[in-house]
């Protein structure tokens, strides 16, 4: 059986030659960071481990960690490249050939990594965010990994929403909640339960008189999903409305965050408060799974 594969790997340029007398000096290193998830875009947390190592074009293991777990940070692996102003070994220099393995706590291993089209090896000092997601994807008509893909058909083939004849497409909203089976899939809710989608459940516009935390604009609850991390966004208008990350503020916290992430191990669904910042007279929220 083959080695399970990623669908993307880190390249970049590398030199073609190198002078002799061109002195390999140390440089700060590039950090690769972002979040690791698995196939369902569920995040390694503290309590499932991945290891995750970095290696040059010759093979050799340049850089190595383990996945973390902080509430406040949709972050969860920092990969930590050395630098050199020539190839040397363990180190990198500016445009070199990279590429990332993950082993998983049940000794699967991943060669290459789901990225975006900016991981490559920066330049000094440099933080790229990359994201990873542990997925093998052959249907790309649907973006979605093959294992949820067949899970999403089989919950289907036996629920209330089959027909027969009908042919399975996860861009439809089968169980009528407004959100398509292949998001609520991605954000960590039953595409087949109409009770079950990640919706705003309560908005204060005023002033919390709770006494849990600063906000001087409201509050907004939301249903969230274990393992998964969440941003807010807010616009100044429906009209073509331009959306835009904002920081907020967690319950009993005065330091603004741009994310939450809720513990893949938390339970069900979890209720989770937002103090909302100042926004001017009039804006729009709305909440995005990551």
């Excluded at 990640?198 to 604009?217: H, P, Q, T, W």
Aim: charged fraction near 20%; glycine fraction near 8%.
């Amino acid at each position: 059986m083959n080695k399970p594969h990623l669908i993307a790997s880190l390249l970049a340029i590398a030199p073609s030659f190198l002078l002799a007398a061109t002195p390999i000096l140390a440089e700060s290193p590039c950090i690769f960071t972002g979040r690791l998830m698995d196939a369902e875009h569920v995040a390694f947390d503290t309590n499932r481990v991945a290891s995750l190592a970095a290696y040059d074009a010759s093979g050799k293991k340049i850089a190595a960690a383990k996945t973390f777990f902080r509430a406040n940070s949709r972050r969860n692996y920092a990969l930590t490249v050395p630098m050199a102003s020539a190839p040397v070994d363990g180190a990198a220099s500016p445009g070199a050939v990279v590429s990332v393995e993950v082993t998983e706590p049940n000794g699967a291993v991943w060669t290459g990594v789901v990225v975006d089209s900016d991981a490559t090896l920066g330049g000094p000092g440099s933080v790229k965010e990359v994201d990873i997601v542990l997925a093998k994807c052959t249907n790309n008509a649907y973006g979605l990994d093959d294992s949820l893909y067949d899970d999403l058909y089989w919950a289907w083939r036996y629920s209330q929403y089959y027909k027969p004849g009908e042919t399975f497409d996860p861009t439809k909203d089968h169980d009528g909640d407004g959100v398509s089976t292949r998001s609520e899939a991605l954000s960590g809710t039953n595409p087949f339960d109409s009770a079950d989608k990640l919706e705003i459940v309560f908005y204060k516009s005023e002033k919390s008189d709770s006494g849990s935390g600063a906000g001087e604009n409201g509050e907004l609850a939301f249903t969230a999903s274990p393992g998964r991390a969440y941003s807010l966004e807010a616009a100044t208008s429906l009209d073509n409305p331009q959306w835009e990350k904002v920081e907020f503020l967690n319950e009993g916290s005065s330091v603004p965050v741009n994310y939450i992430s809720v513990p893949a191990t938390a339970g069900g669904r979890t209720p989770t408060v937002y103090l909302l910042p100042k926004r001017g007279k009039q804006a729009f929220y709305r909440v995005k799974a990551e």
